[in-house]
């Protein structure tokens, strides 16, 4: 069974940073892994994916700030946000599917964690 459990949100002020965790159980090297966020009324966003081959793909709002990684001893796949902006006060959420897709639609993402919040005060 998989289980995904993101930790690490939180408030900073504009131009700070914040790591995001996200500890996976059930998930092998045959997964791909993202993070996604939605803003009060508005559509949930792909933001970093980490797939299967240990590549990633972001974002055109997020690159340059945020990086995604995954450590395999721990289980557990991370966000590095960087110069942090107001427009990036979101809930969180870490999915994960299985097989070689490596792109930023949510359709494509069988198990969802329940999300950390962040909040980025200008």
């Known amino acids: 069974q998989v289980r995904l459990a993101e930790s690490g949100g939180g408030s900073v002020q504009a131009g700070g940073s914040l790591r995001l965790s996200c500890a996976a159980s059930g998930v092998t090297s045959n997964w791909y892994m993202a993070w996604f966020r939605q803003a009060p009324g508005k559509e949930r966003e792909g933001v970093a994916v980490?797939?299967?081959?240990?590549?990633?793909n972001y974002a055109d709002s997020v690159k340059g700030r945020f990086t995604v990684s995954l450590d395999n001893a721990k289980n557990t796949l991370y966000l590095q946000m960087d110069s942090l902006k107001f427009e990036d006060t979101a809930m969180y959420y870490c999915?994960?599917?299985?097989?070689?897709?490596?792109?930023?639609?949510?359709?494509?993402?069988?198990?969802w964690g329940q999300g950390t919040q962040v909040t980025v005060s200008s």
């Open positions: 999915a994960a599917g299985y097989g070689g897709y490596r792109g930023l639609e949510a359709r494509w993402y069988a198990y």
């Open positions: 980490f797939d299967r081959f240990r590549l990633t």
